[in-house]
């Protein structure tokens, strides 16, 4: 089944630790995504990436990096997470091609530094 | 740049009412508009998308929308709600020579018994 997967769902780690959040696609799409979500604000676009071996910041800063070696798998890695780095991550993505695609996000992963 | 502003951040309705859900974009050059749901723990779903085909979108659930460019709005409406309705619903936008969508601040809705 065509899908989009994160791994952990939910993460509790301490501060200073390096963690990497999984993101995972089966449908084939070339453009993946990264959004921090926080309560009663916009999806913040923190990486994307457009192909194997692509990869950009998005608007908001961001201490974390990713990387693109497979077109199905883009992982996002923050070397020494802190408690500011509390958050919702959705990874999404969505065909290449016009921008009128939609994007498919994954079901999230709910971090939480201590 | 593009925006989108969604009025109200919270919207009750009596099951059974009308469900309308406000968004406004701001771009310069033609829009693509999309409205996304997210029920809790998680990601977003689509609803419906308008890309410059018809001004009237139907969508998944019994939601529609309307795009109307002379008041920059992409309200989202559905005729009777149901208690399932509740969650936080995304609009977003995007433009064709553009790489990326911009999301509003969502709203929560809560459909009451």
């Known amino acids: 089944e065509a899908d989009i997967y994160q791994t952990p769902r939910y993460l509790v780690i301490g501060t200073g630790k390096k963690i990497t959040l999984e993101c995972s696609q089966t449908m084939g799409h070339d453009k993946m995504y990264w959004y921090q979500q926080d309560p009663g604000m916009e999806l913040h676009l923190i990486h994307y990436s457009y192909g194997v071996n692509s990869t950009e910041k998005g608007d908001l800063s961001s201490e974390s990096t990713v990387s693109r070696i497979r077109t199905e798998h883009f992982p996002l890695t923050l070397e020494s997470a802190r408690p500011s780095h509390t958050s919702q991550y959705l990874c999404?993505?969505?065909?290449?091609?016009?921008?009128?695609?939609?994007?498919?996000f994954g079901p999230g992963t709910r971090l939480t530094v201590l | 740049a593009q925006s989108v502003t969604q009025l109200g951040s919270h919207v009750s309705v009596s099951e059974g009412a009308l469900v309308l859900l406000r968004c406004n974009y701001s771009s310069s050059v033609p829009p693509y508009l999309f409205w996304y749901v997210q029920y809790p723990n998680q990601g977003l779903q689509l609803l419906l998308k308008y890309t410059s085909a018809a001004t009237l979108v139907k969508g998944i659930n019994g939601f529609e929308a309307e795009f109307k460019k002379s008041e920059t709005s992409f309200h989202l409406t559905k005729p009777s709600a149901h208690m399932s309705d509740a969650a936080e619903y995304f609009c977003?936008?995007?433009?064709?020579?553009?790489?990326?969508?911009?999301f509003g601040t969502g709203t929560s809705l809560t459909v009451i018994p």
């Open positions: 999404a993505s969505s065909a290449g091609g016009g921008s009128y695609n939609e994007q498919f």
């Open positions: 977003a936008v995007t433009v064709n020579t553009g790489n990326q969508f911009y």
